[in-house]
């Protein structure tokens, strides 16, 4: 979706609930990529926060005050207007999390394992888990779960529904990923 402004780009990764149209209905969460190639003003968003992080670029400069670095999650309320201007005057491709701060929990972190093997023997690996929605961007490498190889760049929903679970997969080498985690809150 090319922005109003011509000054970037959002592709929608996922939204909460499943068949929300974006704008327009409304969403609990809303995953999405943008590449920003020029100064500009951020949509507001009142009663949703966001956490938004640099992945490819030098960064981003929000209000004049806060100097986004690559790969460092960034929370803020998302009717707090705000101006973002590139770091040398880099295109940035971002990750973008928007969600409904009264009735969803989210974090975002950077992960990483490594794969100790120097002959690039597939490695089976376990994370654990917590009940809610987890997306797993992969950053770099690649693994694969239940045959399905996942590469830099791809997105792994895994919806977990009761209190504790975790996921398998395997690896033939060192992967980085972003792990987004969602959850509704209990009102």
Same mark, same amino acid.
């Given at each position: ?13 996922? =939204?909460?609930?499943?068949?929300? +149209?974006?704008? %327009?209905?409304? !969403?609990?969460?809303? /995953?999405?990529? *943008?590449?920003? #190639? ?48 590139? =770091?040398?005057?880099?295109?940035? +491709?971002?990750? %973008?999390?928007? !969600?409904?701060?009264? /009735?969803?929990? *989210?974090?975002? #972190? ?78």
């Amino acid at each position: 979706m090319l922005w109003g402004n011509g000054l970037g780009e959002t592709e929608q990764i996922h =939204i909460y609930p499943t068949g929300s +149209v974006f704008p %327009g209905d409304s !969403f609990l969460w809303r /995953l999405s990529s *943008a590449t920003v #190639t020029g100064s500009n003003e951020f949509s507001n968003f009142p009663e949703y926060d966001r956490i938004l992080v640099v992945w490819k670029g030098r960064g981003l400069k929000l209000n004049d005050r806060v100097q986004m670095q690559p790969f460092k999650p960034y929370t803020f309320p998302g009717e707090i207007q705000t101006r973002c201007e590139l =770091i040398g005057n880099e295109h940035v +491709v971002d990750l %973008g999390i928007i !969600f409904r701060r009264e /009735l969803v929990h *989210a974090s975002m #972190t950077i992960e990483s394992i490594s794969n100790r093997s120097e002959d690039n023997i597939l490695l089976s690996h376990v994370i654990p888990l917590a009940k809610g929605h987890h997306y797993l961007v992969l950053i770099s490498g690649k693994f694969s779960i239940k045959n399905d190889d996942i590469h830099p760049g791809d997105t792994l929903l895994v919806e977990v529904n009761k209190e504790n679970d975790r996921l398998k997969f395997e690896i033939c080498e060192s992967i980085t990923f972003f792990h987004l985690f969602l959850q509704s809150v209990a009102i």
